[in-house]
């Protein structure tokens, strides 16, 4: 038999339980929505990352080219390129008349080198 005073213990404890439950559906939601917000907060802050990112890069980018044609247009790069290009023009017409002693030549230096690197 079940006396009023179990019987009023039982209630209080469901209400507490119910309660407790309800209050954990409340924060769980609320968490939620909080890593949703977060989310979209990341998601907005990498597309305007990426876009100064991008400007950023552009400008390196033209600094670099044109760097780059200030050191190609001056005189002494450009007679160095040119020995380099005859250096390998000359390298290829070689490496045609006499392609057998070429690839000895090329493995007799991968041996070599191979005997270096071990040591």
Known sequence: MVTAKT?????TSKARRKEATSETRAS????????SDFRQRLTELA????????????????RLHDTFEDVMSRPEF????EKTQQTA???????RKRPLQMLAAAAGAGVLLGYLMRR
């Open 7 to 11: 019987y009023a213990r039982q209630q």
């Open 28 to 35: 769980a939601e609320s968490l939620k929505n909080d890593l």
């Open 47 to 62: 597309s305007a990352g990426a876009d100064e990112g991008m400007v950023a890069a552009q400008q390196m980018y033209e």
């Open 78 to 81: 450009t007679n160095a390129w």
């Open 89 to 95: 023009e000359s390298t290829r017409s070689t490496v």
